[in-house]
């Protein structure tokens, strides 16, 4: 399936991780669900959708407020990604991203924009072969707000020395989108790709 990009020229790309370059929402379903376990909790699959690009410490918040859980936000995160990590053999790329790197690399300057953290993206990355394509990496730890607020994208875009304007993003999820318009930039919704592994 082809991406169909807005019109315009633009300064720089910044692609969302999960779900938009990599095929990995089923994975970090997986994790997020063998991590939860521990406490006899899980995540539906609804909400794992909904809560798209919201960092690991504040997904387990809104756990324990929706469902009034008692499970410590600080211990899972580790949990999850040792999981995820686990499971990154079974990986692929998202296709239809996939050929605007290739035809885009060298052209414009590229980065990432994540709510996970830097080292998840790096894993990622690593594991399609593509780090080499993304010299700016923003992970969860790099901005104090999240999306659906700005400042993921922003930064981006001062780490680059591209105006917000000039900026096109790729994204799978609606915070992430929201994030986006909130920046000033042009998007792309990227179609979710699977919902099963």
Partial sequence: MHLKLPEGEFGAFLFDCDGTIADS???HFEAWN???ANWGASLP???FYAW???PLVRTVELLNEKFGHAIPPAEVPAIKERK???LLPKL???PSVLEHVHAQYGKIPFAVVSGSPRESV???LECLGLSEFFPVIV???DYAQGKPHPEPFLLAARLLGVSPARCLVFEDADLGIESARAAGMHWVRVPVASTSG
């Fill in 52 to 54: 798209a690009g919201i």
């Fill in 122 to 124: 790096m894993k990622t």
């Fill in 25 to 27: 929402m089923p994975l």
């Fill in 139 to 141: 992970g969860a730890e």
């Fill in 45 to 47: 699959l609804d909400l």
């Fill in 34 to 36: 063998a991590a939860l």
């Fill in 84 to 86: 995820y990590y686990e």
């Fill in 92 to 94: 692929k790329p998202i």
